[in-house]
């Protein structure tokens, strides 16, 4: 999300909208899984450059820098935020960047081909994407170039199977609401190739729908892909293609719907409520008029009995589950994460995987990543002049610890790891940072 104080902007709404809540009340909080490991990979050493505390043994570098020249001319953008790696072959890895950045005067760029330009000009919007190729050995830098122009806030996305990333847009204006100031619609996915070589042609994929996007996962065995959305009263989502892979070909979209509880929702806050650490069956419900001009998906899904979320954020797919974010769900309000599990052959089923029961061990978690020794790494996201961020390590029977405390007023962003499992790599928000981290691993 935009860079902010958001326990301001949010004070009236984390009550308001606790996400779906499967602590349900005071008297079921015990049963959320929530048990600090202060020494999973030991205590945090101070980092002398003041940028990342990370445990014995762990070191990070500096890969890319905002204002770099990159190869194509352009300099690195600010504001890196959601991120994958791919396996591009010959010794290569690709990592593709968002750039959550908003039209201003001094950030348009003259690049084409572009989504969007400021109106009457050929200037593109400055939202979009970033590609560094690497060295997948030594991790040396070989290029660098923007690879997708003229989009609002591009927050976070996701990998697919076949090598693409899904880069979403965090922002739903229109030309009208612009008064004539854009020449586009916003609010969409769009597909980057990991090795485009360049600035792709930039096609929304509307059929996936235009709302206020935050990432998304696409499940191997189906195609269908899931997404989360940044609002206090989300909905969770997933396209089914009419053609698995091939996004732009068209399908359906459809809301996420807690069977037996669209009437159990809070008269005060319209949450909807559950036992906790409970797997609940879920179906889904067909949306229509997708493109949404009102920006009104949400509302409508909610009206038919779709679930509610306090700020669905990152998402990642692992064996046959996935998890997603909650940003400011939960009693204390400081977020939740939920397993998903789609089960084609049978009902699918949605559960409390993690809840923060006070700031000082997870606080207002955002992307997120499996490792592949099982334990999620999450990004905090949460702004204040005395604040530090942390990388937070959930194990698999839903431990915290701190694995990693960004010593800069920004937040950390953008986690996924090297194919090998070698390598973590992240963003630091602003000034941008790209950093790779590497140490002794668990095995898988």
Known sequence: MLQTDRRKFLASTSTAFGGILLSGCASNTAAVRSMPVANRFGELQTDPEGVLDLPPGFSYRVISRSGEMMDDGEG???????????????????????????????????????????????????????????????????????????????????????????????????????????????????????????????????????????????????????????????????????VPGDLAAGGTLQALVLDGMQDTRNSEDGTTRLA??????????????????????????????????????????????????????????????????????????LELFYESPEAAEYSYGDNLVVSPFGDLIVCEDQYGDTVDNYLRGITPAGEAYAFGRLRLQTEPAGACFSPDGQTLFVNAYSPTMTLAITGPWPTA
């Open 76 to 242: 690195v953008p600010d504001a890196a935020d959601g991120m994958g790696c791919f396996d591009i072959g010959d010794g290569k890895i690709a990592l593709v960047r968002n750039h959550e950045l908003r039209p201003s005067a001094d950030n348009v760029i003259a690049v084409a081909p572009a989504y969007d330009t400021i109106a009457r000009s050929l200037l593109a919007l400055p939202g979009g994407t970033t590609t560094i190729i690497l060295d997948a050995e030594t991790l040396e830098v070989q290029e660098q170039y923007r690879s997708l122009a003229g989009t609002i806030r591009n927050c976070a996305g996701g990998v697919t199977p076949w090598n693409t990333w899904l880069s979403c847009e965090e922002n739903t204006t229109t030309v009208e609401e612009s008064e004539g100031r854009l020449n586009q619609n916003h609010g969409y996915v769009f597909e980057v190739p990991a090795n485009s070589g360049g600035l792709v042609d930039p096609q929304p994929l509307r059929a996936m729908g235009r709302f206020n996007h935050e990432a998304a996962c696409v499940d191997p065995r189906t195609g269908i892909v899931y997404m989360t959305e940044d609002r206090g009263d989300s909905l969770f989502y997933r396209f089914i293609p009419d």
């Open 276 to 349: 906790a650490n409970v797997p609940v069956p879920a179906t889904w419900i067909t949306l229509d008029n997708v493109e949404a001009p009102d920006d009104d998906l949400r509302q409508r899904g909610a009206d038919r009995g779709a679930a509610i979320f306090a700020r669905g954020e990152g998402i990642w797919m692992g064996d046959g589950e996935m998890y997603f974010t909650a940003t400011s769900g939960g009693l204390a309000g400081e977020g939740q994460i939920f397993r998903f599990t789609p089960r084609p052959e049978s009902v699918d089923l």
